[in-house]
């Protein structure tokens, strides 16, 4: 019982650390940084302690000690209590999302089994999903409560956009559900165990599918119309300052971080080397029984899984950087009209193919 | 010539294949990747290698690496101060009358020997615009546009306004500007 | 020799406007100074010139280029006829023809004291904002405007900066919210 | 419902809805700061518009009215700040059009190589603006980063980036820097192939055809009407181009092409600007091949300063050039309007002198003036994200507009 508290306890300790204190700030470093390599340009690298500059990395420090310090305003006549909470509403979804992500395997150590996720929910999937739209609820609100016309404006883009893409992300998946035949994604990820079995070898059209809708959910550039700050300012968060500001900024940067943890355990084999299976890299470094064996192939498969991710966060990080804003109209039309019939015909492929043989069962 | 007219690839027809964006997207990320690696290369290599010349991306390191204005920069304007440590200015109020915002003004005197220089002149930092047009009136080469940018900024506007002692500049150091004025700008042959 | 006087042949664009106006008093004056073809004419009759310079086949004038006024208060000696009508302003537009590739000055005197024309805005849209500016920056009325207000300078401004008797270190009270 | 039921249906009313009012700028991303648009917005519509501009005016008649006929040039330099040279070179050629003086063939040709320089600086500046409001920042810094190539060119030869201040009535205040042709051979060469790059991300990229493609269209009629021209008359088709139709310097003896589109939408306009870089290069080109040695002033101390040698050593000189500096240059009676082709289109410069060193009269023709009179003709109806990309492709530049 206290083993199992213990490892509960360190587990999330792991993933909120690894979200909060190192994704999230790094990942403003890196798309400084990265965006500014690709435009010709050399990036912030000004701010040093003693001297030592770290090619820019102390100005998310800086940054953040910045954003502490501002005035906390809210706007004459905004609705004080929606304003302050809604940030937090932001943020909140985005972190709990990663609770069901496992990102190593199973594990015996000392015999107690070690589950490298937080919460082996049977519909981890559908639990993703309808945490995630939750986030929709920080959005509106601090659009809303305002009180800024920009503001509001940002706020009903964001909600049409999320809840309308919503329901295109959650079909876009359902192939995939049937191929593995499980709504777990420990499930989907020890499926996973060798690179035909990945996602991605039978469902590119679904990664494409997903990995446009993660993107319109998570509203970043192509699809930031909400914010897009040469039409609306800053669109929802325009009156937000200091630490409200970060949190939205935050949740931005945690969601980029599950929607690339999700697209590795779904379509890039979780935390699997592609041609050594599990056993054979336990048994590789001397047994199933043997703890320290466990524990070199169990950091070998965390140091996978977050270099997967980080390759991911790289693909987003390059879009992101690569194309212009879609019209809010156009947003629409790509949701409602192409992504979401799309999803449902390749729902309809996979579930043939899986009829008729084409596609192997697992 | 004969007029020609082109009309402009208006007509881009997309396939069905370039309408899913996707081959679009991945154009676009070939692009910026190729830029990113080819800067990446440059940057490391010159952390190796040390040579300036390595690094693709043109950003200048300032202050740490000096920037080399063209000569034909105008920068803050200054009085020459002759070699024999008095200003070559004779105080004739060229400059006054030609400067657009009429940020200068002289007050001219006579020295013992009748020789005649400026007892003050105040140039209003905050209004010049350096356009040049004080160094070309000026018939004796006594005040030039020098290469110098810094510190013209401040919080204070009654600290901007250059009195004499501030703006004489030696010789010496304003021969080049001087020299490109009389003989290239305003040279003989451009005439 | 008056100074605009160049003593050459007239271009077709001015042929075609003395034929028109040949016996009305509408012409004041007609030059073709430094190879800009000018006419000077009644104010009265502005909207008639300006149709028939836009509509007359043979003279097309698609583009009205400019609108703008002159103040001739301390130099009406440039141009003689304003001595003679007692004019002060004078309205002056600017026209092109992008299909037959010609240009014309139309000029229209006015008195200091109801210094009044008619809009072309009906003529050429493009007229709107330049009659405004002129009126905000002259003080010409342009009578038919849909939106007769200033148009770069703001509403409370006092006086016409751009006319000769406006001093030009004057200062207007500082408006908008106070921090 | 009956037709008359129809008829009197309103909507708002109906649904006890009314239109939201936001006033976007002056202080607002897309506006720069120099232009306030108060929207009446049913949703994302834009209803009504109703566009204020004057939030840069600074009197540059009432000033140049003023200043001495030399002294006017830094104040066209403000203008189109994008473009400065050849605002400074439409204002000198209409002085020496009122002198009735002719520029030496090498200034002549420096002035169209300095021109061109600018319109590409600006051509660069405008189309990276409209990537960056469309949010493609990429392509707005890989169009900065060739402009700034282009402004170093420009600097090394007026002395400022910015503010160049480069021409002078009858002539110029420097010659071309040593190894110009070489320099300007690179820096195009690394130019085309930033073209390609932004061509590459945008141009066929379906996102960005969405957005600009058969937005703000206009006819060709209605462009002539509403005083159009520059890039925004000839996307809508209309081959008129003041280099051609009134060819003035050199324009004459160089060959380009006038690139022409078809509706008139923002998509042409952008089209029409990414063509016209590579026509103002081939010009750069071929005016460096065929530009001859001499000089580039007039030498006419009445006109013209004489040389720092002449001004300081020749009596007569001297006098001269004491009194065109004090005095001014006393341009003879006459009125006199000369267009050259702007940035935005035909920049007109309209003057009365009366004989003394100041104008009397000092009007330019702002090209963006009236194009930007007709933003509520184009944009009425549509989206409030359309009135982004179609403010950028018409590109008001306060410095010009508001004067």
Not at chain 1, 26 to 33: D, P, T
Not at chain 1, 220 to 233: G, Y
Not at chain 2, 123 to 141: S, V
Request: charged share 20%; proline share 5%; glycine share 8%.
């Amino acid at each position: 019982m206290t083993a199992a508290l213990v490892e509960t306890a360190l587990k999330i300790a792991f993933v909120f650390g690894l979200n909060l204190s190192v994704f999230a700030p790094i990942l403003g470093w890196v798309e400084r940084k990265q965006s500014a390599v690709m435009q010709d340009r050399i990036g912030a690298n000004r701010a040093d302690i003693l001297g030592f500059t770290i090619i820019g990395l102390f100005h998310t420090m800086s940054d953040t000690i910045k954003l502490v310090f501002k005035e906390d305003f809210i706007p004459r006549g905004a609705d004080r209590i929606m304003h302050t909470a809604a940030p937090a509403l932001a943020l909140i979804p985005a972190l709990v999302a990663f609770t069901v992500i496992p990102f190593g395997g199973k594990y015996m150590l000392w015999g107690h089994q070690v589950n490298l996720v937080v919460a082996d929910l049977d519909v981890g999937v559908l639990f993703v999903f309808a945490i995630s739209s939750l986030a929709a609820y920080g959005v509106v609100l601090a659009g809303w409560s305002s009180n800024n016309n920009w503001s509001f404006l940002g706020g009903l883009r964001a909600a049409a956009q999320m809840f309308s893409y919503e329901v295109a992300m959650g079909l876009t998946i359902m192939g995939l559900v049937m191929y593995y035949q499980s709504l777990s994604l420990v499930t989907i990820v020890a499926k996973q165990d060798s690179l035909l079995h990945w996602g991605i070898v039978w469902h590119w059209p679904a990664f494409i599918l997903y990995f446009t809708c993660a993107i319109a959910e998570n509203k970043r550039t192509p699809f930031d119309a909400p914010e897009a700050e040469s039409e609306l300012v800053a669109g929802y968060f325009t009156e937000y300052s200091g630490m409200k500001f970060i949190m939205f900024w935050m949740a931005e940067f945690v969601e980029v971080v599950t929607i690339a943890a999700l697209c590795v355990v779904m379509f890039f084999g979780g935390h699997h080397l592609p041609f050594i299976t599990d056993a054979g890299l336990i048994d590789a470094f001397g047994g199933t029984g043997s703890a320290i064996a466990n524990l070199l192939a169990m950091a070998i498969h965390i140091v996978t899984f977050i270099l997967k991710v980080i390759v991911l966060i790289f693909f987003q990080m390059t879009i992101r950087w690569t194309l212009p804003r879609f019209r809010y109209d156009h947003v629409m039309a790509l949701g409602w009209k192409m992504v979401l019939p799309a999803s449902l015909i390749w729902i309809f492929i996979v579930a043939v193919a899986l009829l008729t043989g084409a596609m192997p069962r697992l | 010539m004969a007029t020609t007219i082109k009309k402009v690839r208006r007509n881009v027809t997309l396939t069905l294949w370039e309408q899913s964006y996707v081959p679009e997207v991945l154009r676009g990320m070939f692009i910026t990747l190729k830029h990113f690696f080819v800067n990446l290369r440059g940057l490391a290599l010159e952390l190796v290698t040390g040579d300036r010349r390595d690094r693709k991306i043109s950003t200048i390191y300032y202050p740490e690496e000096p920037v080399i204005p063209p000569i034909a920069y105008r920068g803050r304007p200054v009085l020459v101060l002759g070699a024999d440590g008095k200003e070559k200015c004779v105080a004739c109020g060229l400059c006054e009358a030609a400067c657009p915002p009429q940020c200068i003004s002289i007050v001219g005197g006579e020295r013992g020997d009748g020789e005649r220089y400026p007892v003050r002149y105040t140039l209003d930092g905050t209004r010049c615009i350096f356009c040049g047009r004080c160094e070309e009136a000026c018939p004796k080469e006594a005040i030039v546009m020098s290469d110098d940018w810094s510190g013209l900024c401040g919080y204070d506007r009654s600290k901007m306004i250059y009195e004499k002692e501030n703006l004489l500049v030696p010789e010496a150091r304003l021969a080049r500007r001087m020299a490109f004025m009389r003989d290239k700008a305003f040279g003989k042959d451009r005439y | 020799m008056n100074w605009w006087e160049t003593g050459g042949a007239d271009s077709p664009v001015m042929a075609r406007m003395k034929e028109r106006f040949a016996g009305t008093s509408t012409l004041i004056l007609t030059h073709a100074f430094k190879g800009d073809d000018t006419i000077v004419i009644q104010p009265a009759d502005v909207s008639l010139v300006l149709g028939f310079l836009k509509c007359d086949p043979a003279l097309a004038f698609d583009i009205l280029m400019d609108v703008t006024a002159v103040d001739y208060l301390n130099d009406a000696q440039i141009h003689p006829y304003l001595l003679t009508m007692g004019a002060r302003f004078e309205v002056v537009y600017h026209l092109y023809s992008e299909e037959k590739n010609h240009r014309i000055r139309v000029k229209a005197p006015l008195k200091a004291e109801e210094p009044d024309i008619n809009s072309v805005v009906s003529l050429w849209p493009s007229a709107d904002w330049f009659e405004r500016e002129a009126w905000d920056l002259y003080g010409i009325v342009f009578r038919g405007h849909p939106n007769l207000k200033r148009i770069l300078l703001y509403e409370k401004f006092v006086g016409h900066p751009l006319r000769k008797d406006y001093p030009k270190t004057k200062r207007q009270p500082l408006i908008g919210p106070v921090n | 419902m009956t037709e008359q039921a129809k008829r009197n249906y309103d909507f708002h009313k109906e649904h006890h809805t009314e239109l939201l009012t936001v006033n976007m700028g002056p202080s607002h991303p897309a506006t720069h700061g120099t232009v306030k648009f108060m929207l009446a917005l049913d949703g994302e519509t834009i209803e009504n518009i109703d566009v204020e501009v004057g939030y840069l005016h600074r009197g540059f008649e009432k000033e140049c009215e003023a200043q001495m006929w030399n002294g006017v040039f830094p104040y066209t330099d403000r203008l189109d700040y994008l473009t400065s040279v050849l605002n400074n070179v439409g204002y000198a050629m209409t002085v020496e059009k009122l002198i009735g003086i002719t520029t030496p063939e090498r200034c002549q040709y420096i002035r169209v190589i300095m021109s061109e320089l600018a319109r590409i600086g600006a051509h660069y500046t405008t189309l990276a603006a409209g990537a960056l409001e469309l949010g493609a920042l990429t392509a707005f810094i890989y169009f900065v980063e060739a402009r700034e190539m282009v402004w170093d060119l420009i600097e090394a030869t007026c002395g400022a980036r910015l503010t160049h201040n480069y021409v002078r009535i009858g002539g110029l205040t420097g010659d071309l820097p040593d190894g110009f042709a070489g320099n300007v051979k690179s820096v195009f060469a690394t130019c085309r192939k930033l073209w390609l790059d932004f061509d590459k991300l945008l141009t066929k990229n379906r996102i960005f055809l969405d957005r600009m493609r058969d937005v703000a269209a206009i006819s060709a009629a209605d462009a002539k009407a509403w005083g159009f021209t520059g890039p925004c008359l000839r996307a809508a088709g209309v081959p008129y181009d003041v280099r051609r139709a009134q060819p003035y310097l050199v324009y004459d003896r160089v060959d380009f092409e006038i690139p022409i589109g078809e509706t008139g939408d923002n998509y042409d306009r952008f089209q029409v600007r990414m063509e016209e870089l590579e026509q103002s290069m081939r010009i750069v080109e071929q005016c460096l091949t065929q530009i001859p040695d001499g000089p580039i002033n007039v030498n006419n101390p009445e006109w013209r300063q004489p040389s720092k040698d002449l001004s300081s050593t020749n009596i007569e000189y001297m006098i001269h050039h004491f009194k065109t500096v004090m005095e001014g240059v006393h341009v003879p009676v006459g009125e006199v309007y000369q267009a050259v082709e702007g940035a935005n289109g035909e920049l007109g410069y309209y003057i009365v002198s009366n004989g003394s060193g100041h104008p009397v009269k000092m009007r330019v023709r702002p090209p963006c003036f009236p194009i930007t009179s007709a933003l509520p003709l184009l944009i009425k109806g549509r989206l409030i994200a359309d009135l982004i990309p179609t403010f950028d492709m018409l590109n008001l530049i306060g410095g010009e507009c508001d004067r």
